[in-house]
C-alpha cells in the first residue's frame, strides 16, 4: 500500500492571539494536498534531485500564511497531505474528502488529473491543479471542477517567445526530445512562435537512448556529441530546446557548432517561479519558504503555495468553507491575489487558468518577466499569454 | 548651511511681497541601490551633499527637533541614527529583522517599525534605545501610519491584506479593516477622522473612518493609455486641511491628485519612474517624490498641481522626509 498517512498539519500559535474570536466560534477551512506519483527519470544534474516534501512546503507555509490571517478573521485552516500511486489515487482522494478536505490540490499529471476529477464530479468538492501543464486541458478536455493554478505549456511558450520577438530573434532552430511531454512542450514552442511572428528555420529531434543519465566524465563525450548535433543548421538566432524529460537540454549551452543562444528547457527558461526572484517583495516570500523548509523554492512548491493562498483569499473574503461559493467568488470579477511577481493574479473564467506573468531566467537570475511592452490586449495583458477565450472550447463563462 | 537658512530667513523677512518664497529646508532622499541619502536644499532645489547610510536604506524619518535622522537599513536590520547636518553616525536602534517603514509617535516617542519577516510591528523608545514591545500582526508588515492623537497606531500587512489597528497603550490589535492586495501605506488626516490605505496590488486606496473601523471609500486610478496592472498605489500624503490627497502610483509614473472631500481624482502628475514615496515641505508648497527607476526626484509645487523640476538623486530613490524648520 502506497496511499502514505495522512498528515494532519496542525499549526501552533505563535505569539499572542489578539483576535477576539472564540475558537468553539472559528470556521474550518480543510485544505488536502495529495501527490500522485509516478515514476520519472533522474535529472542530468544533481542540482535537480527531488528535495523532501517538493511541494508539500509550499502547502504548509500558505497554510501558516492563511492561519495568520484566520487569527483576526475568525477563520481556523487545516492541511491535510497525501501522496498515492496512480492506481490508489482515487482511494486517496475518497480519504480526503472523507477526512473533511473539499478543497484539494493536486500534484498529478493531466491524465490523472481527469481521473480525479470525474471520479468527483457532481460533489462540493472543488481541484486546484498545481502541476499539470497540458494544453488540452485548458482547450479540449474542460474539467468543470477544476481550476489551473499551473501555466499551461502554452502560457510559457507565449512568454519566452513574446521575449524573443522583443529582441527580434526571430529565426528559431528547434530540438525536441523524443518523449510525449518533450512532443507537447514543442508543439506550444511551435504554436507560439506563429503567434508572435517567428519563423522556425530547422527542425531536429533528439531520440532519447535510455541509459544512465549521468557517468564519470560523461563530459567528455558531451562535449563531442552536441556540436555534431548542432552543425549544419540554416542561419539562426537562438537555439529553442524542447526537453520536458531533461535527456539533453542542459548540454546544449555553449556546445552547439554555432555561437547562439539556447532557450526554452535550458539558457532562457520560461518558469512559475525561481528562488532568485527579489522584487515585489519576493524575497520576504523566498525568506519565509527557506526558514521553513531548509532549502530554496521550487517551481511545485510556489504553485502549491498559489493554490492554497487563493483558497485562503477566497475564504477570507467570502467567509466561507464551502466549495461551490469560493469558486464562484475565485472565478468571478473581484478576485485578485498578490503573489510577488509585480501585478495581481485572477482566473480566466472560460478556461479556468490562472492568468499569471511568466519569469525568464536562466540559473542564477531574472532575465525579464513577461507579458512584454508592445503587445497590447483589449482585456488584459496577461491574456496574451496562453489561450484567449476564443481559443478554447470550453466556455464554462457561457 | 545654517548661515545660509538664515540668510534666507532674512532674505524671507525683507520681500515679504513676493508670498511664493518657501524656506530652505532640508530634504533627505534614501537611494535603496545605493546605499545613501541624498540632501536636497529646497529653496535652491540643488543637491548639496551625498552620504552613506548602511545597506539598502529605504524608511527615513525625523525626531519632532530635528535633531536626528532615522534610517532603515533594511539589510543591515538595524534603524542607522544620523546627525542630519553632520551626517555623523550618532548610534543604532533596536530593529529587529529587515526594516522596512516606520511611523513616531505625535509626542517624537516611540518609534513604530514594520519588521517584514517576522509578522512583527516592534515598538522603539527612541530615547532608552530599548524595545518596548512587539506586535505580532498580519503576514508581510509594511505600512505604519499614527493617529494624531497617538493613541492608533496603524500597521498594514501586505499579504494578509489588513489594516491592524493597534493601541498604543495596550499594544493590542482593536480592529482588523481587510482592504484590496498588498497594502503598502498607511496616512491618518491631520484631524484623524479619516485613514487612507494604499493597496499596490489591487491599484486602490480605501478611505477608512478609523472610528468605525470601516471603509468608507475606495478610490480608483485610470489613465489613458496606461495599462490598468500599471495603477500600483504606494505613498500618500494630505495636506494639513485634509483638502488635497496626493497618492504615488508607481510603474504609472504619475502622482493623483484626489479631493479630500468627494474622494474624486482631479489631476494626474506625470513624475519619474516607479515612484514610490512622497513628502511635503512643512509649508505645504512642495511635494518631493521619490523615482525609483529613473533615479531622480521630481519636486511638485501644491498650489498649481505643476511639476516644477526633476533633481538626479542616487541610485534607486526610494524614501524622503523634510526636516521641520
Not at chain 1, 500511486?85 to 499529471?109: C, H, K, Q, Y
Not at chain 2, 519612474?273 to 515641505?281: K, M, S
Request: proline residues 5%; glycine residues 8%; negative net charge.
Amino acid at each position: 500500500m502506497r496511499v502514505w498517512l495522512l498528515v494532519c498539519f496542525s499549526l501552533l500559535w505563535i505569539g499572542s492571539t489578539p483576535a477576539r474570536v472564540n475558537a468553539s466560534d472559528k470556521q474550518v477551512i480543510s485544505v488536502g494536498v495529495l501527490k500522485v506519483e509516478r515514476e520519472t527519470p533522474l535529472p542530468i544534474s544533481r542540482l535537480d534531485l527531488p528535495p523532501e516534501g517538493l511541494g508539500f512546503q509550499g502547502a504548509r507555509l500558505a497554510t501558516e500564511e492563511n492561519q495568520t490571517t484566520g487569527r483576526f478573521t475568525g477563520q481556523d485552516y487545516q492541511l491535510n497531505e497525501a501522496t498515492a500511486s496512480p492506481e490508489e489515487a482515487l482511494e486517496a482522494l475518497d480519504t480526503l474528502i472523507e477526512g473533511g478536505s473539499n478543497l484539494i490540490v493536486t500534484m498529478a499529471t493531466g491524465d490523472d488529473l481527469t481521473a480525479l476529477s470525474k471520479h468527483v464530479s457532481g460533489r462540493d468538492v472543488l481541484l486546484l491543479n498545481a502541476q499539470a501543464e497540458d494544453d488540452s486541458l485548458r482547450t479540449d478536455v474542460c474539467l468543470p471542477n477544476v481550476l489551473h493554478v499551473a501555466p499551461s505549456r502554452a502560457l510559457k511558450a507565449d512568454g519566452l517567445t513574446q521575449f524573443l520577438a522583443v529582441k527580434k530573434w526571430r529565426k528559431v532552430f528547434l530540438i525536441s526530445g523524443s518523449h510525449d511531454g518533450d512532443k507537447l512542450w514543442a508543439d506550444a514552442l511551435r504554436r507560439s512562435a506563429n503567434k508572435f511572428g517567428l519563423k522556425i528555420v530547422e527542425e531536429r529531434t533528439f531520440e532519447d537512448t535510455g541509459g544512465a543519465r549521468r557517468s564519470d566524465t560523461g563530459h567528455v563525450q558531451v562535449q563531442k556529441q552536441m556540436p555534431i548535433f548542432t552543425q549544419r543548421a540554416p542561419d539562426y538566432d537562438v537555439l529553442l530546446a524542447a526537453d520536458e524529460s531533461d535527456v539533453f537540454a542542459a548540454y546544449l549551452p555553449y556546445h552547439t557548432t554555432d555561437p547562439r543562444p539556447v532557450a526554452g528547457s535550458a539558457g532562457l527558461r520560461p518558469i512559475g517561479w525561481h528562488p532568485a526572484n527579489e522584487a515585489w517583495g519576493a524575497t520576504q516570500f523566498q525568506r519565509r519558504f527557506e526558514k521553513l523548509a531548509s532549502r530554496r523554492v521550487r517551481s511545485l512548491d510556489y504553485q502549491v503555495w498559489l493554490a492554497v493562498r487563493t483558497i485562503g483569499e477566497a475564504a477570507t473574503r467570502v467567509k466561507s468553507s464551502e466549495a461551490t461559493p469560493l469558486k464562484e467568488y475565485i472565478l468571478g470579477p473581484d478576485f485578485e491575489l498578490g503573489v510577488f511577481k509585480g501585478t495581481k493574479v485572477t482566473f480566466r473564467p472560460w478556461n479556468h487558468q490562472l492568468r499569471q506573468p511568466v519569469l525568464l531566467a536562466n540559473d542564477r537570475v531574472i532575465v525579464s518577466v513577461s507579458p512584454q511592452d508592445g503587445f497590447p490586449h483589449r482585456v488584459s495583458l496577461m491574456d496574451t499569454l496562453g489561450f484567449d477565450q476564443q481559443e478554447s472550447t470550453c466556455a464554462f463563462n457561457k | 548651511m545654517r548661515l545660509q537658512q538664515i540668510a534666507s530667513a532674512l532674505l524671507a523677512l525683507g520681500v515679504m511681497a513676493t508670498a511664493t518664497q518657501a524656506w530652505a529646508y532640508r530634504v533627505y532622499v534614501s537611494n535603496e541601490k545605493g546605499n545613501d541619502i541624498t540632501v536636497i536644499d529646497s529653496e535652491t532645489l540643488e543637491v548639496i551633499d551625498t552620504f552613506k547610510a548602511g545597506q539598502r536604506p529605504r524608511g527615513i524619518g525625523m525626531s519632532k527637533d530635528g535633531k536626528e535622522l532615522y534610517v532603515c537599513a533594511s539589510d543591515d536590520d538595524i534603524v542607522n541614527v544620523f546627525d542630519p547636518i553632520t551626517y555623523k553616525r550618532l548610534h543604532t536602534l533596536p530593529s529587529g529583522p529587515d526594516p522596512e517603514l516606520f511611523t513616531l509617535h505625535p509626542s517624537g516617542n516611540p518609534l513604530y517599525i514594520a519588521n517584514e519577516d517576522d509578522n512583527i510591528v516592534t515598538v522603539v523608545d527612541v530615547k532608552k534605545r530599548s524595545v518596548l514591545a512587539e506586535v505580532p500582526v498580519g503576514v508581510e508588515p509594511e505600512g505604519m501610519g499614527v493617529s494624531p492623537d497617538g493613541k492608533i497606531v496603524v500597521n498594514t500587512s501586505e499579504t494578509t491584506n489588513m489594516a491592524h489597528f493597534i493601541n498604543t497603550e495596550t499594544f493590542e490589535i482593536e480592529t482588523n479593516v481587510l482592504v484590496d492586495q498588498r497594502p503598502r501605506f498607511a496616512q491618518f488626516t491631520d484631524d484623524g477622522k479619516l485613514l487612507y490605505v494604499s493597496s499596490e496590488i489591487g491599484g486602490t486606496v480605501s478611505v477608512i473612518d478609523p472610528a468605525a473601523g470601516e471603509i468608507i471609500k475606495k478610490i480608483e486610478f485610470e489613465v489613458r493609455g496606461i495599462v490598468p496592472e500599471a495603477m500600483q498605489p504606494v505613498g500618500v500624503r494630505v495636506t494639513k486641511d485634509g483638502k488635497k490627497v496626493f497618492v504615488a502610483l508607481g510603474p504609472a509614473n504619475r502622482v493623483a491628485v484626489v479631493n479630500g472631500e468627494t474622494f474624486e481624482v482631479e489631476k494626474y502628475l506625470l513624475v519619474g519612474q516607479r515612484v514610490w514615496q512622497l513628502a511635503f515641505t512643512p509649508d505645504e508648497k512642495l511635494l518631493f517624490t521619490t523615482n525609483g527607476n529613473s533615479n531622480d526626484v521630481s519636486v511638485i509645487d501644491v498650489e498649481s498641481l505643476k511639476v516644477i523640476k526633476t533633481i538626479a538623486v542616487g541610485e534607486q530613490p526610494w524614501g524622503v522626509v523634510v526636516a521641520p524648520e
